[in-house]
């Protein structure tokens, strides 16, 4: 956390080993996030993205903040300038930037995407949600899928960002989606992080419960959103096995 570099007598070479390679993807994952970001806000591609995130009233200063991007439509420029910068392509597989296809080979996962960058606590890169910049793109959403650095049930997006305002209100603000989160740290509510679906988990609690003692539920005012809500409600013995109340 403090950067401090510990000193061992006696190095387990297996674990250096492992050390050295979840390094190596963190960088990959951190070279992806500025790939995307970059293109955004300089490719003529991307102007549409830019004027949908404009229409929702999210200023560029909280964009770049957030570190959002947008994915090219090509098939290939990820794996490509991964493969470029010295990446393997079972690398970029592991953690989550391409997938294969029917064919055997490997293609970019995401693609005409607005890139929402999914960072750990100490903002980390772990993964990307990819929003639909098309209506006949399928699904709206796209997440990285479960890797070694990410798993969904676990995460928070937006906590690097909240997590020092939380801690100030003792209180979090529990939201569905990233825009939603984007949106809220906007307009001066930094104490908010979003859950990337419509349920919060025990395992996102336990996360919040280092940090605050209360968390107010702020779902969609849609059927699913309210949804949420009562199943928070009915879950809410198991959720409060920690001091938390919701």
């Known amino acids: 956390r403090y950067g401090v570099e510990l000193q061992r007598d006696e190095e387990d070479p297996r674990a250096e080993a492992a050390r050295q390679r979840r390094r190596r993807l963190q960088q990959l994952l951190e070279r992806a996030a500025t790939y995307y970001s970059s293109y955004l806000w300089e490719s003529k591609e991307a102007g549409k993205a830019r004027e949908y ?17 947008f994915a090219p439509s090509a098939w290939d420029k990820i794996l490509v300038a991964g493969q470029r910068a010295g990446f393997t392509v079972p690398e970029m597989h592991s953690v989550g930037l391409v997938q294969k296809s029917e064919r055997g080979g490997e293609y970019d996962r995401f693609r005409a995407r607005i890139m929402f960058p999914i960072r750990d606590a100490r903002g980390r890169t772990l993964g990307f949600g990819g929003r639909a910049t098309r209506d006949d793109q399928k699904p709206k959403y796209v997440n990285t899928a479960e890797t070694d650095f990410f798993h969904k049930s676990e995460i928070l997006y937006g906590l690097d960002r909240a997590r020092a305002a939380m801690a100030k209100a003792n209180r979090a603000v529990v939201v569905e989606g990233y825009t939603d989160v984007l949106a809220l740290h906007q307009a001066g509510m930094e104490g908010a992080v979003g859950v990337m679906g419509t349920a919060i988990t025990p395992e996102q609690v336990a996360t919040l419960s280092g940090t605050v003692d209360e968390v107010v539920l702020a779902m969609d005012a849609d059927e699913a959103g309210e949804e949420a809500m009562l199943r928070a409600d009915r879950k809410s013995t198991r959720l409060n096995s920690s001091h938390i109340t919701i």
């Open 53 to 69: 995130l404009a229409a929702r009233g999210l200023a560029e200063e909280t964009l770049k903040n957030f570190g959002v991007g």
